[in-house]
C-alpha cells in the first residue's frame, strides 16, 4: 500500500463519516423540497438509505476496500427510497463495481471507481435529469480522471471531489428551471455533497449512531407452480457479456437471475426446455459449469404423491401473477385486497418504502411472477430496483403515478386473471388502464411559491390534475370543484372521490352535491380511503 | 298434431317464448318464485315478469326462487307420455346451480328411467334455450336419440351468453354465485361483465360504468359472427335492450329475439342487466 493508500477500516471510517454528515443535514436537504407538495423529502429517503447501508459494514473488520464498498452497495441497494436514495446506490453499487477486486483505494483507482459509479447511475434512470443528484456526481467523477490527476494524492484528489460537487450543485438551477423557480439547488444533489464533506472530513471517526438489528429478509416462497425447469449453471469465459446475457436469457426463461464475479456467470432460470439456456451459453463461447437442471413438475407431482401439503397458496392466483402495491390509508388498502391485491407496502405522499420493504412483499405473495404497482413517481426506481434485487422471483413495475391509477390496474388486473392471461399481457393491460385513469389530487402546499401563474401561500388547498397544479385556494371545496372543471369532463362518467383521513363521510357527500350542481353529466362515488394528507383523491373515467 | 316419437322437455328458465315452444311441440315445466308466502310457478300466465321485474327492488324480502318438485316432475313427464311419447329428452338449468335436475331425475325414476334422457344444459337462459330450439327440429324430422343429444352438444359448444349487471346487490344477495362476487371486489361500485359457462357464472370483466360494459358487450357479441340466432336478453330493461340491438345492427340475425329473462334466474341478477346468446353458425359443420 503507497503511503496515502485507504485500506477497508478506512474507507469504512469515511462512510461512518459520510452517514454522519447526511444525518446531521436531513432537514436541511428536506427543505429544499422543489415543489410545494409533501413528498420531497429527499433527506429522510437519503438518510434512510445510507442508514441501511452502513448497517451491512458496521460489524465489518475487513481491511479489503472491496469487501467494504461491496457490503455498504448492497446495503444501499436494498435500503434505498426514494429517486434520490435509489440513485445514491446506484452511484454506491458502481463505485464498488468500479473498484474491483482491488485491496486498497489509490488516487487512480478513486478516479476510475467514481466515474463507473456515475455510468451505473445513469442507466438506474429511463430518463436522466440534468441538473440533479446525476449532474452532480457526475462532473465531479468527470473532474478527477482530467489531466494530470492521477499523480495527485488521494487526500487532494477527495478535496476537489467535493469542491467540483459543490460548484457543479451550486449551477443546478441554471440546469433546471423548475429549481430556478423555485430558488433552491437540488436536493438530492445536495445530500450526495453532505455525504461527500463528510467522507472527506471525518476520517477520525470511528462510529456511527449504532442500529438495531432487523429481521432479515424471508426466504422466497416455495415453487410451488409446476411448470417447466429450473436450469442453473455456470459460464466461464474471458470476454463474456452480462448484459447481453441477461438480455438472451430473458427471452428464453422467466425467474432470470444472472450474477457475475470475474471471468464466470452464474446463471439461474426456468425454462420449458433446458436445452435452451445451455445452448445459448455454449453458442456465446463460454464453458459450462456446475449445470444444474431440475424437472419443476416431477418435483411438485412427487410432493403430492408423497402426500404432503404443498406451501399454502390459499390466495394462489390461477395464473400464477400477483400484485404488491404501494398503499397508504386503511380505505385504500380495503380497495385494493378486495380487487386482489397480495401484499400492501405502506407508503406514499412523502413517506417512501425501502427497495427492501418491497422485495419483501414481493416474497410474501404466493407467486412466481409478481406485478409491482408503485403508485408514486418517487417510488418507481425503488420499485424497479426491488424487481431487480428479488430473489427466485420475476418482478416487473407498472409504473402507476398514483393510487388512483393503481385502482384502475387493479380492476384490469381481475379481468386478466379471469381471461388467465400470461404475465406480460397482464402487466400491458394494467398499463394501459391505468393510462386510462384522470386524476385530481388534493393536498395542502408545504410552502408558499408560484405555479403556472397560480399563487400559491403556504397551507393552500392545491389540486394537481394529472400530476400538475391547476388550483389553489384556502377553501377545500373550491379547489376540487375548480379541479374538476379544469378536468374536462366531457365523456367521462364517473367520478370516485376517496376521503382522506380527517375528512368525513358528511363532508364529502356536500362537496359532491355542489359537484352535482356545477358538473353536469358526471355521476359520483364517494369510498373511504383514509390516506393521510391528501384529504379527497378523486379519479375520473 | 302428430307426436314424433321423442319429445323435447325443459324447464322455464330456457326462456323460450310461448309461439315457439307451440310451434315445435315442447313441453315446459315451471320452476317457482317464492315472494312472500307465496310459490308462484313461471309458467307464462302466473306470473306477469316485467310487472315482478318492476316491483322486485321494492320487495321487502328478496323472493327465492325454487325447483319443481319431484311430484311435479313424475306428473309432467307422465302426461308427455300419455300424450304417444315414446322418448323424452329433457333440458335443464345446471345442477351446480339449481336443485331442477335433481327433482327431474326422481320424477324420472317414477315413470321408468329409461324413456326420459335427462341433459345438463351447463347453460342459463336463452343458452339452455338455443339447445331446446335445435333438439325439437330435430325431433319433428324423426331424428334418432344419438343425433339430437350430438346436436344439443354441439350447439352448447357454440353458445356464448354473457351478460352486463348494473347493480351486485342481487349478486350479493343471491348467494348462489359467491366466488363470482369475491372476484369482484367489494367496495367500489362495479359494472361486471358475467359469462355463463360449463354451468358457472364467472366473471370476465369489470367496468365501472354501464356504457364501458355496453361497450365490452358488444365487442363480445360481435367476436361470434357468423351468428346463427341470437336472444337479447333484459331485466326490466327493454329500452337497454332495442339500443343494444340497434348497436349491432346489420351481424343480428334477421329473426333476432329480445327476451325479458325468467324471474328464476332475474331475481338473483336484478333489474337492469342485459345479455346476449349467441349461437355461432359452425355448430352445423
Given amino acids: 500500500m503507497a503511503p496515502s493508500d485507504c485500506g477497508g477500516q478506512a474507507l469504512k471510517r469515511r462512510f461512518g463519516a459520510g452517514v454522519d454528515n447526511l444525518s446531521r443535514n436531513v432537514d436541511r436537504i428536506n427543505q429544499l423540497n422543489v415543489f410545494p407538495v409533501p413528498d420531497g423529502d429527499t433527506g429522510i429517503n437519503l438518510y434512510h438509505t445510507v442508514r441501511r447501508a452502513y448497517r451491512e459494514i458496521e460489524r465489518c473488520d475487513s481491511d479489503d476496500v472491496s469487501v467494504i464498498a461491496g457490503r455498504f452497495a448492497y446495503g444501499a441497494l436494498m435500503g434505498a427510497r426514494g429517486n434520490s436514495g435509489t440513485i445514491l446506490s446506484q452511484l454506491l453499487k458502481g463505485f464498488a463495481d468500479g473498484l474491483g477486486e482491488a485491496s486498497t483505494i489509490s488516487a487512480e483507482r478513486l478516479a476510475v471507481a467514481c466515474n463507473a459509479a456515475v455510468a451505473q447511475s445513469y442507466t438506474a434512470v429511463s430518463a436522466p435529469t440534468e441538473g440533479t443528484i446525476l449532474t452532480v456526481a457526475r462532473e465531479a467523477a468527470e473532474d478527477l480522471q482530467r489531466g494530470d490527476r492521477g499523480s495527485e494524492s488521494l487526500r487532494k484528489m477527495l478535496e476537489r471531489l467535493v469542491a467540483t460537487a459543490r460548484a457543479s450543485l451550486a449551477n443546478t438551477p441554471d440546469l433546471l428551471p423548475i429549481l430556478r423557480e423555485a430558488d433552491v439547488v437540488d436536493a438530492g444533489g445536495m445530500g450526495l455533497l453532505c455525504f461527500l464533506e463528510g467522507m472527506q472530513n471525518g476520517t477520525s471517526r470511528t462510529q456511527v449512531t449504532s442500529f438495531q438489528p432487523t429481521a432479515s429478509l424471508p426466504a422466497p416462497a416455495v415453487h410451488a407452480e409446476s411448470y417447466g425447469y429450473d436450469v442453473q449453471f455456470l459460464m466461464i469465459g474471458a470476454d463474456l457479456d452480462i448484459d447481453e446475457a441477461r438480455r438472451e436469457l430473458e427471452q428464453i426463461g422467466w425467474s432470470v437471475i444472472v450474477a457475475s464475479a470475474g471471468d464466470t456467470i452464474k446463471v439461474h432460470i426456468h425454462a420449458r426446455n433446458p436445452a435452451i439456456p445451455l445452448d445459448f451459453a455454449i453458442k456465446s463461447g463460454a464453458a459450462l459449469d456446475d449445470v444444474v437442471v431440475e424437472n419443476m413438475e416431477l418435483q411438485v407431482q412427487q410432493r403430492q404423491s408423497e402426500g404432503l401439503a404443498l406451501a399454502d397458496r390459499g390466495d394462489t392466483e390461477p395464473s400464477g401473477v400477483s400484485v404488491v402495491a404501494v398503499v397508504e390509508g386503511e380505505g385504500l388498502r380495503a380497495v385494493y385486497q378486495s380487487l386482489r391485491c397480495s401484499a400492501i407496502v405502506p407508503g406514499g405522499g412523502g413517506h417512501n418504502p425501502a427497495a427492501e420493504d418491497i422485495v419483501a412483499a414481493i416474497n410474501e405473495t404466493p407467486s412466481e411472477r409478481v406485478i409491482v404497482l408503485p403508485n408514486d413517481s418517487n417510488i418507481a426506481l425503488a420499485a424497479r430496483q426491488a424487481a431487480d434485487l428479488v430473489a427466485g422471483k420475476q418482478a416487473s413495475v407498472v409504473a402507476t403515478e398514483n393510487v388512483l391509477q393503481g385502482i384502475g390496474a387493479m380492476l384490469a388486473f381481475g379481468d386478466a386473471l379471469d381471461a388467465e392471461a400470461d404475465f406480460d399481457a397482464t402487466a400491458t393491460k394494467m398499463r394501459a388502464a391505468a393510462d386510462d385513469i384522470r386524476s385530481v389530487e388534493i393536498t395542502r402546499a408545504s410552502r408558499s411559491t408560484s405555479f403556472g401563474g397560480l399563487q400559491i401561500n403556504q397551507n393552500d388547498f392545491i389540486a394537481l390534475v394529472d400530476g400538475t397544479i391547476r388550483a389553489a385556494s384556502p377553501d377545500l371545496d373550491d379547489v376540487a370543484v375548480e379541479a374538476l372543471a379544469a378536468l374536462q369532463t366531457s365523456g367521462a362518467e364517473l367520478a370516485t372521490i376517496y376521503y382522506g383521513a380527517g375528512v368525513s363521510a358528511r363532508e364529502t357527500d356536500q362537496l359532491i352535491r355542489r359537484l352535482t350542481k356545477s358538473i353536469g353529466g358526471l355521476e359520483f362515488e364517494a369510498v373511504y380511503g383514509g390516506q393521510p394528507l391528501y384529504p379527497f383523491l378523486i379519479s375520473v373515467e | ?285
Avoid at chain 2, 322455464?12 to 318464485?33: G, H, R
Avoid at chain 2, 366473471?203 to 361497450?215: D, M, P, Q
Wanted: charged share 20%; glycine share 8%.
Fill in chain 2, 1 to 285: 298434431m302428430t307426436s314424433s316419437h321423442i319429445r323435447i322437455a325443459a324447464d322455464s328458465v330456457c326462456d323460450l317464448p310461448a309461439e315457439l315452444v307451440d310451434l315445435l311441440n315442447i313441453n315446459i315445466i315451471p320452476t317457482y318464485v317464492n315472494i312472500g308466502g307465496e310459490s308462484i310457478p313461471d309458467d307464462g300466465a302466473s306470473l306477469d315478469r316485467s310487472r315482478f321485474f318492476r316491483d322486485l327492488p321494492a320487495m321487502s324480502s328478496l323472493p327465492t326462487t325454487a325447483a319443481p318438485s319431484p311430484g311435479d316432475a313424475e306428473a309432467f313427464y307422465r302426461a308427455i307420455l300419455d300424450d304417444g311419447a315414446e322418448r323424452i329428452v329433457s333440458i335443464h338449468v345446471p345442477e351446480k346451480l339449481s336443485g331442477t335436475l335433481n327433482a327431474m331425475r326422481l320424477g324420472a325414476r317414477s315413470v321408468g328411467e329409461a324413456r326420459v334422457t335427462l341433459v345438463d344444459s351447463l347453460q342459463l337462459t336463452f343458452g339452455i334455450g338455443f339447445q331446446v330450439w335445435a333438439a325439437a327440429e330435430l325431433a319433428a324430422q324423426g331424428a334418432a336419440l344419438e343425433t339430437i343429444l350430438d346436436a344439443i352438444e354441439r350447439v352448447r359448444l357454440h353458445t356464448r351468453v354473457y351478460a352486463i349487471i348494473d347493480t351486485m346487490e342481487y349478486l350479493r344477495r343471491s348467494g348462489r354465485v359467491n366466488t363470482l362476487v369475491a372476484s369482484l371486489g367489494g367496495l367500489l361500485k362495479i359494472k361486471p361483465i358475467v359469462r355463463v359457462n360449463e354451468g358457472e357464472v364467472t366473471s370476465i370483466g369489470r367496468a365501472r360504468t354501464w356504457s364501458r360494459a355496453v361497450r365490452r358487450l358488444r365487442e363480445l357479441t360481435l367476436e361470434q359472427t357468423p351468428i346463427e340466432r341470437l336472444a337479447i336478453l333484459h331485466i326490466a330493461n327493454r329500452p337497454g335492450a332495442a339500443s343494444f340491438l340497434e348497436d349491432i345492427g346489420d351481424l343480428a340475425p334477421s329473426d333476432t329475439l329480445v327476451i325479458e329473462t325468467s324471474p328464476t334466474l332475474g331475481a338473483h341478477i336484478g333489474p337492469g342487466a342485459i345479455g346476449v346468446a349467441t349461437l355461432n353458425a359452425e355448430w352445423r359443420h
